[in-house]
Every structure is written in C-alpha cells, then in structure tokens.
C-alpha cells in the first residue's frame, strides 16, 4: 500500500492543488482513498472531443487552456492571480526541485524572481537555450515575465518536470490514396470511421494559423491509403537504443511535447532498471505497443498518453516502454525480446493481438521474485478508465513490494545475522591464535632467559673454579712465618675461619671468599673497623700492608 507522503504527491499531481493543508483535508475526508479524493475536486466532463463519461473521475481532469505550457509567451497584459494564497505564500524564497533526463537540479529563488530568471539559471546548468525550455507543473497562465510568488509555486519545495522542446516536423502531404477493399469492408470502415469521426486529434505545427488534422496524413487516390507519416521507428534499426531514440523523438514531433519519458534501451535492459533494484525501489512497467494502421492509435496518443495528468502520474511511478508495431521485422524484434523477458505464453498473446486492436498496454511489475505481466490495457479505453487501471495497477504494486520489502528485510536480516557470526567466529579464531602465538613467545623467552641464566650459571661456576684453583694451601699452626687469622661472615649467617700468610696478596683472600659463591662483582668485602670495603684497594698489596694481621674480622654484604 502507498505511504501517505507519496498518496499525497500524487493527490497534488493530477489535481494542481499546492496547499498542503488543503490537499491533506481532502484526502482526510475521503480515508486517504486517492481515487476518490481526486474525483472530489475534479471537473465533471473531460473534454468536448472525446467520450463522456459523465462520471466526472481524476481522468476526466482537461485543462481548457493548450495542455503543453509554453512559458515563452510574451503576452504580460494579465498578470495571474496567485492560485492559492496561505500564510506561506509570501515567504521570501521557494526551492524548487528539477528533474531533467537523469540529473535534478535543486534552485532556491526569491519569490519575486520571474520565470525568465528561472530559465537563465536552468540554462546554466542544462544548457538548453531559454526558448527552448519546456517546464512540466507550472501554470499554463504563466509567462516569462510572471513571477514564481503568482505561478503557483508558494510550496517550500516544489518539483517541476524539465524538457527541451523538439523542432517542429512537419510532414509532406502526399496525395496518395491506396484503398483498395471489399464492399463488406469498406462498409465496417465507415462504421469505425464514424465512431471515431468526434474524437479526431488536432496537434498544433507551432504556427497558429495552421492545424494539423489525420487528412493531412491520410489521401486517397486510385482508391487506396497510405500513411504518409515518418514511421516511429524506421525498418532498418539496427539496436534496442536507436530504436527507442527515434521513437522518442518521432512520438514528440508528431504528438506534442507533453508526452511521457520513454526508456532508451532493449526490453531487457528496461525490466532490469525496473526490477533489478531493492523492493523500496523498483517501479512498475508500462510497456506500450504502437501501430500506425489502427485507427485508434492517433486517438489514443494525442488524447490519453499525451495528457498532462495521465503524464504526471506515469512520471512519478512508472518506467515506461515503447515499441512499435507497424512493420513486421518489428513485431519480429519485439516478440523475440518479449519470450526472452516474459517467457513463451506472453510473447504468443502478443503475436495474437489483431492490429485494429492496438494501441495496448502492458502493465508488468516483479512479486515474489517473478518479473509477471499483471494487467493488458486496450487501446479503446477512455481517460478515466485508464488512468484508474493505472492506479490500480500502482497501488498493487505497492502492496506486494511491502510483501517484498519484508522478504528482503528478513533475508537481509539473515546474511548480517550469519556475517555477524562468521566474523564473531573469525574473531576468535585470531584471538586463539594470538593467544597461542603469544604463548609459544613466552616459551620461547622463558627458554631464551633459561638459557642465559644457564649460560651465567656456568660462567659464575668456571669463574670459581678458577679462583678456587688459585688459592693456595692454609698454613698450619705450627707455621713459623707469619700468619694473619681471618674470621668471615656470609650474608647467609654463617661464618668461616682460614689462616693466610702474612705475604698473601689481598687477591688470594677475595679469591677465597669468591670461591664460596660471593664474587667480588656482586659482593662487598668490608672491615669490621676502620670499615673498608677491601674490593676496592689494591689487590696486589699484601695482608700484613693492608692492615689485616695478624686478626680480622670480614663482613660479605650484597653490593646493591
């Protein structure tokens, strides 16, 4: 189902109204049923030409003024009156939202700005020559001099539609007339000839002395017709894109500018920019087949598909496809792209449909993951009808793509749950291995420093070997010489006793010590009094020199 803000834009599109308030009242009234809120306000007959439906619905909606606003007009004797006045309708600047091919051009203007100064700006940026400009959503009272404070655009943000205006063809008029039929079938010919005689099209050349009717496409002579007409598309196409580029500008030179925006591309290329796309994106299609020979065709495109509202509204939510039919390679091309895009039973009910039964329309839009044909709209179908299939066929849309919607919100939900968890995964499986790298690191330090405790252990342990080998023999107490007595304290508590010669050199005595595992590099040696720290004197200077004779007493503290 539609949101309301876009229920709302399309309220404003057929019916012109730009009071939000206003717009929003109406569609209140009516529970926000656009159909019916459209009808409300709409006028009751459609146009003096063409069917009556006498029921006075949206479709019905024909300006009395030309549809295609031509904003070059000189004509300055009557200035409008602004179309709806409000609190907001003086406000100093307007925002205004253009959308050109695939660009939108965003404006902010003064209210008092003209509309000739909007075109100066549009030329700056779309380089489409003033004159040449064609602006879809104005006014069709609005001229070059008229201000946007009295051209309807007192929204803070207003959207306008914007077209480059083709040269006018003119087509030659040949007076050749091929009829050449039965007397059944010229009888059935009269009957739909006067059908249709109050609904003939008249499109305007750009000069305003001259009309151009269906005679001038259409002679007789020798008793046959021939269509005179440059064909939508030429037989000797080669692409998708020409095709579709010449039927675009054939289709504008022939029924006017306000005509809807058709795709450039193949059929396949238009599904995928319809369908192809998340749910909250896509659009329905509005494939439209063309034959020059029914006498419905000039009818149809000058009356409906050219009308401003039924253009407006394809606008905002259809992608809109064309092709035509008149010649048989043609039919050919579209029939091979519709089984490629529709499958087998679409493309037969293609080929089945009789010429004097086109234009048609196929409205086609994705569900469910399956790219359908929903709807076929005949080409003899009034403006009401149609455009309310259109709505139909939008607002169908619109509910399944909810269905879609939560589908893929549901499925998206899925892949970030299962990325969530193959990324928690992923992450401790790194955290793993880092805690296992790091531990291999600690036991390849707890090794490495094992290894040099190992490596010092074993220096410290030659070191005393050394030392130990360098003492000599302690002298008995029946020595004659001279012996100094030497009693020595270790940090640990526990004290040893050892005779030196009075001539044994202070290193032999640290030797000693070192030899019971208190290296002089990490131990002081110190006097009990005077205190001296022996490690630091000379080492070669004997006891007796040293004062330690023939008694002394040594504490071994660590040296910090």
């Not at 909007?118 to 069709?140: H, T, V």
């Amino acid at each position: 189902m539609a949101s309301r803000d876009e229920t709302l834009e399309n309220f404003q599109a057929f019916t012109g109204l730009e009071d939000i308030s206003t717009c929003m009242s109406i569609l209140e009234q009516h529970g926000w049923n656009l159909l019916n809120a459209v009808n409300s306000v709409m006028p009751q007959d459609f146009s003096s030409n063409s069917h009556n439906s006498g029921n006075g619905s949206l479709e019905s909606r024909q300006p009395q003024n030309d549809t295609v606003i031509d904003l070059t007009t000189d004509d300055t004797t009557d200035k409008p009156r602004p179309l709806i006045t409000d609190r907001n309708s003086h406000s100093s600047d307007v925002i205004l939202t253009i959308f050109h091919d695939s660009k939108i051009y965003t404006l902010q203007l003064n209210n008092d700005s003209t509309i000739s100064e909007l075109k100066d700006r549009l030329f700056e940026l779309s380089r489409i020559p003033n004159s040449r400009q064609w602006l879809a959503g104005l006014s069709p009272a609005v001229n070059d001099q008229t201000h946007l404070r009295y051209a309807g655009l007192n929204m803070l943000d207003y959207k306008l539609l914007l077209r480059e205006k083709p040269f006018p063809v003119i087509p030659e008029t040949i007076q050749v007339d091929l009829r050449e039929e039965e007397d059944e079938d010229e009888e059935e010919e009269g009957d739909d000839e006067s059908q249709y005689d109050d609904a003939r099209e008249t499109l305007s050349s750009g000069d305003e002395d001259e009309i151009i009717t269906d005679d001038m496409f259409v002679n007789d002579v020798d008793g046959m017709t021939v269509d005179t007409r440059e064909p939508l598309i030429p037989p000797d196409c080669e692409g998708s894109v020409e095709a579709l580029q010449y039927f675009s500008e054939r289709f504008g030179s022939r029924y006017g500018d306000i005509h809807p925006l058709f795709f450039i591309g193949s059929l396949s290329d238009a599904v995928k920019e319809a369908t192809s796309v998340p749910a909250d994106e896509r659009k329905p299609m509005f494939l439209y087949l063309h034959h020059d020979q029914s006498i419905l065709s000039n009818i149809f495109c000058s009356q409906l598909l050219c009308s401003e509202s039924i253009v407006n509204y394809l606008s905002l939510n259809f992608l809109v496809w064309a092709w035509d039919l008149t010649r048989e390679n043609l039919k050919r091309k579209l029939l091979d792209m519709v089984k490629d895009c529709f499958g087998m039973a679409v493309a037969a009910n293609v080929d089945d449909i009789q010429p004097d039964h086109l234009p048609v329309i196929l409205i086609v839009f994705k569900s469910k993951g399956q790219v359908d044909v929903r709807n076929i709209i005949q080409g003899h179908t009034d403006p009401d009808s149609l455009l309310t299939s259109l709505i139909v066929a939008n607002e169908q849309h619109q509910m399944d793509a909810q269905d879609d919607m939560k589908e893929e919100r549901e499925r998206r939900e899925r892949e970030e749950m299962i990325r969530a968890q193959e990324r928690a995964f992923e992450e401790t499986l790194q955290a793993d291995k880092e805690k296992e790298r790091q531990k291999q690191l600690e036991q390849d330090m707890l090794l490495q420093k094992q290894l040099e405790e190992q490596f010092e252990k074993d220096k410290k342990e030659e070191e005393r070997q050394r030392m130990e080998n360098s003492i000599p023999p302690e002298p008995d107490k029946s020595c004659n010489e001279k012996i100094s007595t030497l009693r020595i304290r270790f940090p640990d508590g526990t004290t040893d006793q050892r005779r030196f010669l009075a001539n044994h050199t202070v290193r032999m005595l640290i030797n000693y010590i070192g030899s019971k595992g208190y290296h002089p590099s990490e131990y002081k040696i110190l006097t009990s009094y005077p205190k001296r720290n022996i490690t630091q004197i000379d080492l070669d200077k004997t006891l007796l020199e040293e004062h330690l004779f023939p008694n002394e007493t040594l504490h071994i503290e660590e040296d910090n």
